[in-house]
C-alpha cells in the first residue's frame, strides 16, 4: 500500500458488521433492541461519511503541495492587486476597450450595483443584457476588475488561514473527533441519557468499546471525549445566543 492509500485508510472505519456490534454491545451491557438498532444506524453513518471524507482528502504530502501552490497563486494576486491600485487612474487607458467589455460581462447586475452604489446605470436591466453590460464595463471597468480581484482573493485568504495555522503541530485527528461527535449527537437514543465525559460513564465505555472493536487508537480517549463535548457545549451554547 503506498503512502497515500495508507493515508486515507487512517480517515476510515470498517467494516460495521454485525459481530462488532453484538460486541460493542456486550462491553457496555446493551440489550435493548431500539438502542441496538440506533448504534448500528449511527455506526453506518459513520463508516460511510469518513469513507467519502477519505476519497477527498490530502495526503499529508499533497496538502504540503497544495499549500505551497496555493501561497505562490495569493502572492500572484497580491502583485496584481498592488498593481491595479497603483494604477488606478490610468485603468481606463492601459486595458484595452475589448478587455473592460468582458470585465462587465463577468458580474450580475446585482453585484454591480453593490460595487457602484448610487451610480450603478439603470439600463442594466432593460434591452440587450450583453449590451448594458460591455457599456458598464466601458465605463466602469477600472472598478469592477478590482472588485473582482478581491473576491477571488478573499476565499484564498480564508482557506490559507484556516489550514497554516498549524502547520508545525500535529494534524488533527479527523476520525476521532468525528467518531465521538457523531456517537455523542446519537447517545440519548443509544444510552438512553445525555452524553458526559466524566470517569467510566456509559457514554465513555460506549466511545472507548467502538475504538477498541474498531482497532482506533484509545489513547487519551477520556480527554479526547471531555475536549469534543465542551466543543459541541459551546457551539450549542453559542447558537442560541446566549454566549
Known amino acids: ?13 470498517g467494516p460495521v458488521t454485525q459481530e462488532r456490534i453484538a460486541h460493542i454491545c456486550k462491553e ?3 440489550t435493548d433492541q431500539k438502542a441496538i438498532r440506533a448504534l448500528e444506524v449511527c455506526l453506518k453513518h459513520i463508516e460511510a461519511d469518513l469513507a467519502g471524507h477519505s476519497r477527498t482528502s490530502y495526503s499529508p504530502h499533497e496538502r504540503s ?20 491600485d497603483e ?13 473592460l467589455e468582458e470585465i462587465g460581462l463577468l458580474l450580475a447586475p446585482e453585484a454591480i450595483r453593490d460595487v457602484l452604489g448610487e451610480h ?4 442594466l436591466s432593460v434591452g440587450d443584457r450583453d449590451a448594458a453590460h460591455k457599456a458598464v464595463g466601458i465605463e466602469y471597468g477600472h472598478l469592477l476588475i478590482r472588485h473582482i480581484v478581491r473576491r477571488i482573493r478573499q476565499p484564498l485568504d480564508d482557506w490559507m488561514a484556516a489550514n497554516t ?3 508545525g503541530g500535529r494534524p488533527p485527528d479527523v476520525r476521532r473527533k468525528y467518531v465521538i461527535r457523531q456517537l455523542a449527537h ?15 460513564s456509559p457514554f465513555v465505555q460506549l466511545c472507548v468499546a467502538v475504538f477498541q472493536v474498531f482497532e482506533l487508537p484509545d489513547e487519551g480517549i477520556e480527554d479526547a471525549v471531555e475536549r469534543e463535548l465542551r466543543e ?6 453559542e447558537k442560541t445566543g446566549a454566549g
Open 28 to 30: 457496555i451491557g446493551l
Open 65 to 84: 503541495d497544495i499549500i505551497d501552490r496555493r501561497r505562490k497563486l495569493l502572492a500572484a494576486l497580491d502583485k496584481l492587486e498592488r498593481t491595479l
Open 232 to 237: 459541541l457545549s459551546s457551539a450549542a451554547w
Open 1 to 13: 500500500m503506498d503512502n497515500n492509500n495508507a493515508y486515507t485508510e487512517r480517515l476510515r472505519i
Open 165 to 167: 495555522q498549524n502547520a
Open 120 to 123: 450603478s446605470p439603470r439600463y
Open 87 to 99: 494604477n488606478s487612474d490610468l485603468l481606463p487607458e492601459i486595458l484595452p476597450k475589448a478587455t
Open 186 to 200: 446519537a447517545a440519548p437514543e443509544i444510552i438512553g441519557g445525555a452524553p458526559t465525559a466524566s470517569t467510566n
